[in-house]
Nanobody
């Protein structure tokens, strides 16, 4: 099994920065794609950024150039650096880990609230 433990988030200001962390525990070989998703009440969860084991990253259009996802191999933690925050970035952010060849190997963190004030 894989456990994802998130930290960070909270209240940010427009134009400011926040960093989210996601510590990966357990059988990390079950996850070769890590990512961050976000969700607003009543809406579907959307992909924000993903990172493959090979180092390929993808971002949703609205955060390109502002957000950065990376993996610290030393402590097996996935980070999402969020810069130039906008009120529309307000959401619950979830860390995700999954395997590209196993649909049942799909794990989520507990979620962390990010609120950006205007």
């Amino acid at each position: 099994q894989v456990e994802l433990v998130e930290s960070g988030g909270g209240l940010g200001q427009t134009g400011g920065s926040l960093r989210l962390s996601c510590k990966r525990n357990g059988d990390i070989l079950r996850t070769n794609i890590m990512g961050w998703y976000r969700q607003l009440p009543g809406k579907q969860r959307e992909m924000v950024a993903t990172l493959t084991r090979g180092g390929t990253s993808e971002y949703t259009e609205s955060v390109k150039g502002r957000f950065l996802i990376w993996l610290d191999d030393a402590d097996d933690t996935i980070y999402l650096e969020m810069r130039d925050l906008k009120p529309e970035d307000t959401a619950v952010y979830y860390c995700n880990g999954r395997h590209s060849s196993r649909s049942d190997w799909n794990y989520w963190g507990q979620g962390t609230q990010v609120t950006v004030s205007a």
